[in-house]
């Protein structure tokens, strides 16, 4: 009778440490979902920042044709963006046949761009 009782109450401590402890992982492993999201919304948002940069710097301001290796450059690095609308809209710009379409598909780019980075 003392065993089965002893048994009984060690059952019932065993279930509910495992509970307690399915609790406790599902509670974890919805913050690591929300923290892995998190890690890659700031991942994308670099990424997408370090391109605004070296376009801003290699192409607005550039003083005349922009040389091969920064061209290179900018499209290995829109490239890392793996958006399809961005590189979509950059495939725009690099053939526009005038000046005042490259304005208006930089303008459109640059929109893209900004609207990509994510704030949370």
Known sequence: MQKTRLSFILIVLLLASNFLWGFFYFMNRSELVTLRSQAQNQETNAQVVTFTRLFINDVLKAHGE????????????????????????????INAKDELTAQTEVKNLLGMLVDKITVK
Do not use: S
């Open 66 to 93: 922009v040389v091969f290796d920064k061209r290179l450059e900018l499209e290995n690095a829109v490239r890392a963006l793996k958006d399809q609308t961005i590189l979509a809209q950059w495939g725009k710009f």
